[in-house]
């Protein structure tokens, strides 16, 4: 599952062709996704302008000049891709390859813009979402009214942390995987920040102490950012908008790494354990 970083990856990807331009024509290759589109999609879409794009968690959200905003979900396997369509193949400064004669077979929903561009968005497993909310009535919506805050935000700090935190009697992972509390963490992240703060997945998250909540902000912030730049994750689905794949799984210190020697601790051994049905990865000598 894409977690922020891939989703902000692809948005600020899809801003050059979508952001400021209207939608000349929109085709749905089916009758649904992971739930049915909503009535009339298509044609509540044409001829809209798209006033501002931005993410909400893992959701690519954008704000129509009719009032209603697209909402995006990119479930496990969805892609989307940018296609030019002038002869320069330019959009702002970017180039991309242009847009092909036929569509693909899993390429479900075709935006074409006046940036000039088109946009694709390719789920073969069919488990992304798209629907249009009332811009006014996000926060209330079902989707969205009991998701936490955003890490990368100034609402995220040492504070709302340590409120956060102080009567959870789960393990800090499960706790910091709970979309209620933080947005758009997923299970990459968590690993990669806790390993940074030196916390184990397995302690109680209200037993992690104030100077090691201090560090675990800081190390979710920081993971999050360096991951955005890189691009993020390429595991098996996540490629960006342009085709090329994200790079942060290079500098991974734990996810994915198990068996092999931990980066901090010589003789360190990087451990896998399942909690609630994911797969933790941790250092047994430098987490504690």
Request: net charge positive.
């Amino acid at each position: 599952m894409p977690e922020l970083p891939e989703v902000e990856t692809v948005m600020t990807g899809l801003k050059p062709a979508l952001e400021g331009h209207r939608f000349t024509h929109v085709e749905t290759r089916r009758k649904d996704l992971r739930i049915p589109f909503p009535k009339d999609f298509a044609k509540r879409l044409n001829g809209r302008k798209v006033l501002h794009l931005w993410r909400r968690a893992k959701y690519i959200m954008a704000d129509l000049d009719g009032g209603e905003t697209l909402v995006i979900h990119l479930g496990m396997s969805g892609r989307m891709t940018v296609f030019a369509k002038s002869q320069s193949r330019k959009l702002g400064q970017f180039h991309y390859d242009p847009a092909p004669d036929e569509p693909e077979k899993h390429d479900h929903v075709i935006f074409d813009t006046d940036a000039p561009a088109r946009v694709s968005f390719n789920d073969h497993r069919r488990f992304g979402l798209m629907t249009l909310i009332d811009t006014g009535k996000i926060e209330s919506h079902k989707l969205f009214k009991d998701v936490g805050v955003e890490p990368l935000s100034k609402g995220f700090d040492v504070a709302f942390l340590k409120d956060a935190l102080k009567d959870k009697k789960a393990p800090i992972k499960s706790a910091l995987l709970d979309q209620r509390l933080i947005a758009g963490l997923g299970n990459i992240y968590v690993c990669e920040a806790l390993w940074r703060a030196k916390i184990s997945p397995r302690r109680r998250a209200s037993r992690v102490k104030p100077d090691e909540i201090a560090l675990l902000a800081n190390a979710i912030k920081e993971v999050l950012l360096e991951a955005v730049e890189a691009g993020g994750s390429s595991l098996r689905d996540h490629k960006q908008v342009h085709g090329e794949l994200g790079y942060f799984q290079h500098r991974f210190a734990v996810y994915s790494r198990e068996k092999k020697l931990c980066q901090r601790a010589d003789d360190g051994i990087i451990k896998r354990i399942v909690q609630s049905g994911r797969s933790s990865f941790f250092c047994p000598i430098c987490q504690r």
